[in-house]
Nanobody, 123 residues
Framework: QLQLVESGGGLVQTGGSLILSCAASGRTFSSYSMGWFRQAPGSEREFVAAISKNGGRTTYANSVKGRFTISRDNAKNTVYLQINSLKPEDTAVYYC????????????????WGQGTQVTVSS
């Protein structure tokens, strides 16, 4: 199975920026659409952003639109999440996920998940 490992989380001040990375194993990375989800304390895991297999199409949750940018480098088997203008409500564990499906952005649509990386935004 595909293995995903997130990195890049940490403590950041409000208004700051952060880049999260998700490294994938294997040679079939380009066969997967990729997504980022997050889970805040006491909340359900929610969709953040998604990117198509070749990087040509991206989708964002309304709460992060204009501040977050998802990208991928298939040669490096890596997907990124550039986070700008961080807010305290962005505090969460961020997970990357992969799917073979062409459609769907729910938890159930994704087949593989990373372990998560903590993002904490201080006031």
């Amino acid at each position: 199975q595909l293995q995903l490992v997130e990195s890049g989380g940490g403590l950041v001040q409000t208004g700051g920026s952060l880049i999260l990375s998700c490294a994938a194993s294997g040679r079939t990375f380009s066969s997967y659409s990729m997504g980022w989800f997050r889970q805040a304390p006491g909340s359900e895991r929610e969709f953040v952003a998604a990117i198509s297999k070749n990087g040509g199409r991206t989708t964002y949750a309304n709460s992060v639109k204009g501040r977050f940018t998802i990208s991928r480098d298939n040669a490096k088997n890596t997907v990124y999440l550039q986070i700008n203008s961080l807010k305290p409500e962005d505090t969460a564990v961020y997970y990357c996920a992969a799917k073979m499906k062409l459609y769907g952005l729910t938890l159930a649509d994704y087949d593989h998940w990373g372990q998560g990386t903590q993002v904490t935004v201080s006031s």
